[in-house]
């Protein structure tokens, strides 16, 4: 593909309900990176898929989050019992491994919690 | 703890006119900074960064490490300039995004 692509573009769901949003990177590209960036605020750090190695999970908010992903390929995040503060615009960045430096963005899913 | 402080959420200036994006950052560390910038309507990119010294559409970025700043200059503004801007730290896997700043050229 052209770029990285992420679906859906928006979601607005309900307090309580389980979202899940899913991020396909560039081919190629084994670094792939989940933000967060609430309104008026910068962009959070969630999550850090490397290849087959652990992720870094570091920037995850709750045990509410989690993410996966398969080889090197898509990526889910699921956020369970969904909260009005959950709200954001969920960021996915990919690159090649070592090239953290250059990061290659997605258009975003901007999740609305009512 | 780390932290990147872009202190104007806003700006604006004149085309023609310099313009100066701050940005300071409290690091453990020697972290490679970048600025990102988010034009209307499109993606995230990368901008600059710091370790190679470069200028990118006629903006340069200098690292402080005294004043710990790494703010992002242009002397003359374009209208195509008008976008969001966001300074990031980096260090290990990890990018620290700034609040950003919004600059607008009054054309």
């Known amino acids: 593909g052209a770029g990285v692509s992420q679906s859906p573009s928006n979601k607005v769901t309900e307090k309580g309900k389980d979202v899940e949003l899913r991020c396909d990177p560039i081919?190629?590209?084994?670094?792939l990176y989940w933000y967060r960036q609430r309104l008026g605020q910068g962009l959070e750090f969630l999550i850090y898929?490397?290849?087959?190695?652990?992720?870094?999970k570091s920037g995850l908010p709750s045990d509410r989050f989690s993410a996966e992903r398969t080889g090197e390929s898509v990526s889910t995040l699921t956020i369970q019992r969904t909260q009005q503060e959950d709200s954001a615009v969920y960021l996915c960045?990919?690159?090649?491994?070592?090239?953290?430096?250059?990061?290659?963005f997605g258009p975003g899913t901007r999740l609305t919690v009512l | 703890a780390q932290r990147v402080t872009q202190p104007e959420k806003l700006l604006s200036v004149f085309k023609g006119a310099p313009v100066e994006l701050k940005c300071n950052y409290s690091?453990?560390?020697?972290?490679?900074l970048f600025w990102y910038v988010q034009y209307s309507r499109q993606r995230l990119q990368l901008l600059l960064r710091?370790?190679s010294r470069e200028s990118i559409k006629g903006f340069t970025a200098d690292l402080n490490k005294g004043e710990t700043s790494f703010h992002l200059k242009k002397p003359f503004a374009q209208e195509e300039d008008s976008a969001m801007y966001y300074c990031?730290?980096?260090?290990?896997?990890?990018?620290?995004f700034g609040t950003g700043t919004s600059l607008t050229v009054i054309p």
């Open positions: 960045a990919s690159s090649f491994f070592g090239r953290a430096d250059t990061q290659y």
């Open positions: 081919s190629g590209h084994t670094a």
């Open positions: 898929f490397q290849g087959n190695s652990a992720p870094d």
């Open positions: 690091y453990s560390g020697s972290p490679e």
């Open positions: 710091h370790i």
């Open positions: 990031a730290p980096h260090t290990g896997n990890q990018f620290y």
